[in-house]
């Protein structure tokens, strides 16, 4: 084996450490020598603004994209729901580890028999404050900004009534509080749950050490959920939701896009055979949703997000 120490690069956020870490050990375990690289994103610095307005797509990898780029880091670890689905040119996806939990929790904070009641809850996502809007038309949502332990720290000091959160991610740092509900009703983010490490193209190397890390299934899943999300978002920041979970030999696909108050929603579920080719099956489910009125909606959020 070539005497090379990785250095992998990652956000310096308590959750993007644990999955750093993570994929530290399992190389160790195959015998690479490694070295972890630690740097803040731009998405970690401006807490004061919407994701949406700061009108780059991969805040929280643009960083270490740079960083790969000029040879500072070897691969980057990333919560796959963050990375946009198209890379910049020169880097590969090289490995998706096992899938964690993909489902959103709400934190809440007192009582949890709020809903009937007019109630705040906080997000910095879209697809959650529209999800939560459809279901729940008299409550308010918030922007909500910041890592895990931020988001935690600003819920704890203001009057909300509750938070949204992957609950993958609070379980990774032992965060996650006994206050919480899961919302089994909640379409979670393409790839939400699953961790990706990519590498420079041209790095043979790193890119066969990466592929013992790789878990098929998972990547044959977020590969279907990624590719409906490109197809409806063509470059644009929505409220989009896809999972894909396996029924025996079959399965299952279900998205929806919603308009940013949660009005309008359109959803798809599609049972398909294991053994077809996947390939497609996600932009297919896509233009399912874009001629049943998803061109319309599009055209709409984008017009509302550019003002």
């Not at 603004?49 to 960083?63: H, N, Q, R, S």
């Not at 939701?241 to 949660?262: H, K, M, P, Q, T």
């Amino acid at each position: 084996m070539e005497p090379k120490t990785i250095r992998i690069g990652t956000r310096d956020s308590e959750l993007a450490l644990w999955q750093a870490h993570t994929v530290e050990h399992r190389l160790n375990a195959l015998g690479y020598a490694t070295e972890i690289v630690a740097v803040k994103s731009t998405g970690d610095l401006i807490l004061d603004v919407p994701l949406y307005e700061l009108g780059i797509t991969g805040i929280f990898t643009k960083t270490l994209d740079v960083a790969m780029i000029r040879g500072e880091v070897d691969i980057a670890v990333h919560s796959m729901k963050d990375v946009p689905t198209a890379l910049p040119k020169g880097i590969v996806q090289a490995a998706v580890l096992e899938r964690a939990n993909v489902d959103d929790i709400l934190v809440y904070k007192g009582s949890s028999d709020f809903y009937t009641d007019t109630a705040t809850i906080a997000t910095g996502s879209l697809r959650r404050q529209a999800q939560w809007l459809n279901r729940y038309p008299h409550h308010t949502v918030t922007d909500l900004r910041g890592n895990v332990n931020t988001r935690l720290k600003k819920l704890a000091e203001n009057d909300w009534n509750g938070a949204v959160f992957a609950k993958a991610g609070l379980e990774r740092i032992n965060l996650l509080p006994r206050e919480h509900i899961v919302l089994d009703w909640m379409i979670p983010a393409p790839a939400q749950g699953a961790m990706v490490v990519v590498a420079m193209e041209q790095d043979n190397f790193c890119r066969e050490a990466l592929a013992h890390l790789n878990h098929k299934p998972t990547e044959i899943a977020t590969h279907i959920e990624r590719q409906f999300l490109k197809r409806l978002e063509g470059g644009c920041t929505a409220p989009i939701g896809a999972l894909v979970s396996s029924i025996g030999n079959d399965i299952r696909f279900e998205g929806s896009l919603l308009s940013l108050d949660g009005k309008e929603k359109l959803h798809i579920e599609k049972v398909f055979p294991a053994d077809e080719d996947y390939s497609t099956v996600g932009s297919q489910c896509a233009d399912e949703i874009l001629a049943n009125g998803g061109t319309e909606l599009m055209a709409q959020i984008r017009n509302q997000l550019s003002k």
